[in-house]
Nanobody, 127 residues
Framework: EVQLVESGGGLVQTGGSLRLSCQAS????????IGWFRQAPGREREWISC????????YSADFVEGRFDISSDNAVKTVHLRMSSLKPEDTAIYSC????????????????????WGQGTQVTVSS
């Protein structure tokens, strides 16, 4: 059974940094993409960033503005999201999701196409 477990969330002051991790397990296929999403209270879930396992190509949403960096350690099936210069509007539950397949442009994967989801980790940025 595929499982995704996020960690690294917490409370941080404006301008601070956090590194979120998404540990994937329970599968043997090599081709997949992992995306990071967030959902703030009363808002739609929004895509943040994604990475493809086959070529480690990465893409991020415009609002990231270079503040977030996604990386992957395929050997241990872990994807990190390094976040810096955090703002109060970054407060949300952050979740990772996995899509099985080969792609060189993971932003094309829609929310509904991600098959497996983690439980999420809370990030709170105080002003």
């Amino acid at each position: 059974e595929v499982q995704l477990v996020e960690s690294g969330g917490g409370l941080v002051q404006t301008g601070g940094s956090l590194r979120l991790s998404c540990q994937a397990s329970g599968f043997t296929f090599d081709d997949y993409a992992i995306g990071w999403f967030r959902q703030a209270p009363g808002r739609e879930r929004e895509w943040i960033s994604c990475i493809s396992s086959n070529d480690l190509s990465t893409y991020s949403a415009d609002f990231v503005e270079g503040r977030f960096d996604i990386s992957s350690d395929n050997a241990v099936k872990t994807v990190h999201l390094r976040m810096s210069s955090l703002k109060p509007e970054d407060t949300a539950i952050y979740s990772c999701a996995l899509w099985q397949g080969v792609t060189r442009w993971c932003p094309r994967i829609t929310l509904d196409e991600y098959t497996y989801w983690g439980q999420g980790t809370q990030v709170t940025v105080s002003s």
